[in-house]
């Protein structure tokens, strides 16, 4: 009968325990929810901290983007009206680039009247156009992004380039960087990457002077022949001192794949690796 007694008794004890136990897990439940619930919070709060980091971040970079567009247009704006002055003053004329680079990308719309190539210093390239006087553009990248060349002299006067790389021009017609009606004078630069449909990829004129410079990764793709002379297409002469004439190229048939003038003077120069369609 005790031993009963003592069995009935522990009854109750062991039911404590259990509920005892039931507490304990429940409460490791909610604590474990809490966790859970306090982790992902966290983790939501650092990927919106995160997000608004990029987010101000992109803006400083739009604002940035903005200014250098800015910028580069101030500067192509600046080279047309200096040209425009060049073109109305009387005598020589020296634009200074001042290390800059001028992107050159008011292209000629199509469905706009007027002639796609005009001369008046107004879309595409620049038009030099006085005839009183030389003139020396000096000491920075001119880089086309229309269907232009860079410079055109129209007119007999010298057109000189000097300490400035000319980039990124393309026409149908011949001098794919530049062109002119009269002498043009390389100096200290590099003519480069320049495409022409007809002749001179690089450099078109009458007579043309390099001294300590590049012609190089010029084309023509001379289609109708006769043009020819990738690098410089001169049709007078051309003269080269302590100067490099390399991979320049005419495609299809033409002449002269780093050079075609009827008069060539080469002074401890290199022509090298240029080629022809022949």
Do not use: M
Not at 19 to 26: D, P, T
Not at 76 to 93: F, Q, T, W
Not at 242 to 251: Q, R
């Amino acid at each position: 009968g005790e031993q009963g007694e003592e069995q009935s008794a522990g009854e109750p004890q062991r039911g404590l325990a259990q509920g005892a136990r039931g507490k304990v897990a429940g409460g490791r439940s909610a604590l474990s929810q809490n966790y859970v619930r306090s982790t992902a919070e966290g983790k939501y709060q650092e990927v919106v901290t995160r997000a608004s980091k990029l987010n101000a971040a992109l803006q400083v970079a739009k604002s940035d983007w903005n200014a250098l567009t800015a910028t580069v247009q101030k500067i192509e704006d600046d080279l047309k009206a200096a040209v425009d002055l060049a073109n109305a003053d009387v005598g020589d004329d020296t634009i200074e680039l001042g290390g800059l680079t001028a992107v050159l990308d008011r292209c000629h719309d199509e469905e706009e009247p007027g002639p796609y190539d005009e001369d008046g210093n107004v879309d595409g390239d620049l038009d030099a156009n006085d005839a009183t006087g030389a003139l020396i553009v000096r000491n920075g990248v001119v880089e086309q992004r229309c269907e232009h060349r860079i410079l055109d002299g129209n007119t007999a006067t010298v057109l000189t380039v000097h300490g400035v790389t000319i980039t990124g021009g393309y026409v149908f017609r011949p001098g794919g960087g530049i062109a002119s009606a009269g002498p043009v004078v390389v100096e200290d630069s590099l003519v480069t990457g320049n495409e022409s449909e007809a002749a001179g990829g690089g450099i078109a004129a009458p007579d043309v002077v390099v001294r300590r410079s590049s012609i190089t990764d010029n084309v023509t793709t001379d289609i109708l022949g006769g043009g020819g002379g990738a690098g410089i297409r001169a049709t007078r002469s051309v003269r080269l001192v302590d100067s490099v004439v390399s991979d320049n190229t005419v495609v299809f048939a033409g002449q002269g794949g780093g050079v075609r003038a009827p008069t060539v003077t080469v002074r401890r120069s290199t022509i090298t690796h240029n080629d022809t369609g022949y």
